[in-house]
């Protein structure tokens, strides 16, 4: 359904993804893992189509040449030089890092503006099972944007790109900066959305140890390239894996 | 009183004059230096529609904010859309389109002070003791009405939160499926309108002159450095400030004092918050 093949990044001559080449099925989840430079925004960037506005605009500023090589295709089309709204269009929905909650819009402002490209009975929908996965906004539901707190806003904005009617979601790291149970919270929500919604889910992550359990298959980054890669049994398994990201 | 109702109308005016370049500005980032051409555009437009072709002054008027809208997106997808990004030229691509029309029009024979638009109802009043005209009463009630449209265009319609979305985060926006040329495109056509309307009820108080258009266009740049560029409550306040900032110098210094009112606004606010009263710059210290 969704292949990478043999991406290449080059920020100038810096090479920022090296030969990454990845697949996800329908109904899977499939998690990235590394440090921090590892490439994971990077690649999740590249993924929905964020990097090729970013090229356009350093271009046109005169700055960084970024240059990328590879083919990602998704349900049979290729769209390795789709802009991001054609691709959003398509179905594949990037939940960013960071969040970037639409700060000085409310919570259900925040929600409508993610399905700008539902139809309203879709809208309804998708809005009443947000509040349902996350009964949390509920109660915020009128609050400014900026005004919640770290977990809250995850919640927001992975519902935010639920309203978009992803067919493949893209998150990158949805755990960052929260408290473990609200970790272990978001990744019991990540299954049950795969569970309920048939969405595919790649999930970039460098906390692998809520992630690892539910997702189907995995793959390592290391310095920009896939050095690891297998089911979650096979990495949990792997002594390299558990020593960098579990400490046995 | 009299402080209060005419500084009531200028800051009305500013208001109005200002929404559109605050809009497109706050969506795209595109600082439309043609703003005050289109102003005087759109009067000139409904004047020539009005005079020349006879129609009635409401179809006048439509029909001359259509085109203005028009112009608007063709300004952005022509010219602006291929060097967006680089703001310096932004800057002197709109400033340059809109010196073309203001210079333009002035060779196509706006000169001299006789092009008028007739108000939209003759006569005065008096309020509270002073007396104004029902035009001026109507430039505040339009403000009103326009500010209160606008907000609800933003927060209730799809497009209005789309706008919304992109002003505030354009790469969240980008991947929700929000197009940034789309909106760029959209924003410049609604900005144009605006821009037309402030023209088709402000007009009437004076006469159609090009220079207006510089007038206009630096008084939307004072008022949304003072209130923070890019930030539509900001532009508001700052309309009311200078507004009756303007009219106390008028009152103790004289009229000649008020567009100084405006520049000094600009100087001091860079001095001494440089972001303006709501201004965005402070989103770049990392808040994590």
């Given at each position: ?5 043999q ?8 090479l ?9 099925e ?27 506005d ?11 040449r ?12 290729d ?27 409310t919570?259900?402002?925040?929600l409508?503006i ?6 309203s009975?879709q809208?309804?929908?998708t ?6 996965l ?5 109660r ?6 900026g005004?919640?707190?770290g977990?809250?806003q ?6 935010r790109?639920?309203?978009?009617q ?6 990158d ?18 299954k049950?959305i ?5 969405a595919?889910?790649?999930v ?6 809520p ?6 298959y995995g793959?390592?980054?290391?310095n920009?390239a896939a ?15 558990k ?6 | ?12 005016s500013l208001a109005?004059?200002?929404l559109g ?7 795209s980032?595109?600082?439309n230096f043609?703003?005050?051409?289109l ?5 000139y437009?409904?004047w ?8 009635p002054?409401?179809?006048?008027m439509?029909?001359s ?23 310096i030229s932004?800057?002197i691509?709109s400033?340059a ?15 001299g ?6 108000p939209?109802v ?5 309020l509270?003791?002073v007396?104004?005209d ?15 449209l606008l ?16 002003a505030?985060?354009?790469r969240?926006?980008m991947?929700l499926g929000i197009?940034?040329d789309?909106?760029?495109v959209?924003a410049m056509a609604?900005g ?5 309307a402030?023209?088709?009820v402000?007009?009437?108080l004076?006469s159609?002159v090009v ?16 209130g ?31 567009v100084?009112?405006a520049l000094l ?20 210290e990392e808040?994590?």
């Amino acid at each position: 359904m969704f292949e990478a093949r043999q991406l290449m990044l080059f920020y100038e001559n810096m090479l920022a993804l090296n030969n990454v080449s990845l697949q996800c099925e329908a109904d899977r989840i499939v998690g990235v893992f590394g440090a921090n430079s590892a490439g994971k925004s990077t690649l999740m960037y590249t993924l929905s189509g964020i990097m090729e506005d970013i090229q356009k605009k350093e271009q046109m500023a005169g700055g960084e040449r970024i240059t990328i090589r590879g083919e990602i295709i998704f349900q049979g089309r290729d769209v390795t030089h789709l802009k991001p709204s054609l691709r959003a269009r398509a179905g594949i929905i990037l939940c960013p890092e960071r969040r970037r909650i639409f700060p000085e819009c409310t919570v259900v402002e925040n929600l409508m503006i993610g399905g700008y490209l539902a139809n309203s009975s879709q809208t309804e929908e998708t809005l009443g099972y947000v509040f349902n996965l996350f009964p949390a906004l509920t109660r915020i539901s009128k609050r400014l944007g900026g005004f919640l707190s770290g977990g809250e806003q995850q919640m927001l904005a992975i519902g935010r790109s639920l309203m978009a009617q992803p067919r493949l979601l893209l998150l990158d790291e949805p755990l960052l900066g929260l408290s473990p149970m609200i970790q272990y919270m978001l990744a019991k929500s990540i299954k049950e959305i795969r569970n309920q919604r048939g969405a595919a889910i790649i999930v970039a992550e460098q906390y692998a140890r809520p992630i690892m359990p539910i997702i189907d298959y995995g793959y390592i980054l290391e310095n920009g390239a896939a050095v690891v890669d297998g089911t979650n049994k096979e990495l949990m398994d792997n002594p390299d894996v558990k020593s960098a990201y579990f400490g046995q | 009183m009299d402080i209060v109702i005419y500084g009531m109308v200028t800051s009305c005016s500013l208001a109005l004059m200002a929404l559109g370049f605050t809009l497109v500005y706050g969506v795209s980032r595109l600082p439309n230096f043609a703003h005050g051409a289109l102003y005087v555009l759109t009067g000139y437009l409904a004047w020539l529609l009005l005079k020349r072709v006879g129609l009635p002054y409401p179809v006048a008027m439509i029909l001359s904010l259509v085109v203005t809208g028009i112009i608007g997106a063709a300004m952005y997808h022509f010219v602006l859309a291929r060097i967006r990004g680089m703001p310096i030229s932004e800057i002197i691509a709109s400033y340059a389109i809109g010196l073309a029309i203001l210079e333009g029009m002035r060779w196509f024979g706006l000169r001299g002070g006789t092009f008028r638009l007739p108000p939209f109802v003759d006569g005065a009043t008096e309020l509270l003791g002073v007396s104004v005209d029902f035009q001026r009463l109507i430039v505040v009630g339009l403000g009103v009405v326009m500010v209160g449209l606008l907000w609800l265009f933003v927060s209730k319609t799809k497009l209005g939160l789309a706008l919304k979305g992109m002003a505030q985060d354009e790469r969240a926006a980008m991947t929700l499926g929000i197009d940034s040329d789309t909106m760029a495109v959209v924003a410049m056509a609604l900005g144009s309108m605006l821009a037309g309307a402030a023209a088709l009820v402000l007009l009437p108080l004076g006469s159609i002159v090009v220079e207006a258009g510089y007038h206009v266009l630096i008084m939307a740049v004072a008022v949304c450095i003072v209130g923070g560029l890019g930030s539509w409550n900001g532009a508001i306040l700052a309309a009311f400030i200078i507004g009756f900032a303007q009219i106390l110098t008028w009152k103790y210094f004289g009229a000649h004092y008020q567009v100084v009112v405006a520049l000094l606004a600009i100087i001091v606010t860079l001095i001494v918050r440089p972001s303006g009263l709501f201004g965005r710059q402070k989103e770049l210290e990392e808040r994590v």
